[in-house]
Nanobody, 115 residues
Framework: QVQLVESGGGLVQAGGSLRLSCVAS????????MGWYRQAPGKQRELVAG???????NYADSVKGRFTISRDNAKNTVYLQMNSLKPEDTAIYYC?????????WGQGTQVNVSS
């Protein structure tokens, strides 16, 4: 059974930083491309950042230069370092494979950025 468990969210002021973590189990993590996604209230879920099994990264334009995705295959963990946070980054953040699989979604972690 695949399980993705996100953590690290919280409340932060604009300009602050957070580091999200996602621990995966039930998959051969090192072979998967992974992504961080987010869903803001009233909006569709969107891909924020992705990283291939070989470490190639890509980002949504809205977070480019502020967010950094990384992975530690020994720990089955993918990270999202978020700097210079803005109120519009407020959302529930999820990790999933890339492309996402419907049966892999976890509970996510809430990020709130105050102005």
């Amino acid at each position: 059974q695949v399980q993705l468990v996100e953590s690290g969210g919280g409340l932060v002021q604009a300009g602050g930083s957070l580091r999200l973590s996602c621990v995966a189990s039930g998959i051969m993590f090192s072979t998967y491309a992974m992504g961080w996604y987010r869903q803001a209230p009233g909006k569709q879920r969107e891909l924020v950042a992705g990283i291939t099994s070989l470490g190639t990264r890509n980002y949504a334009d809205s977070v480019k230069g502020r967010f950094t995705i990384s992975r530690d295959n020994a720990k089955n963990t993918v990270y999202l370092q978020m700097n210079s946070l803005k109120p519009e980054d407020t959302a529930i953040y999820y990790c999933n494979s890339k492309p996402a699989r419907a049966d892999y979604w976890g509970q996510g972690t809430q990020v709130n950025v105050s102005s």
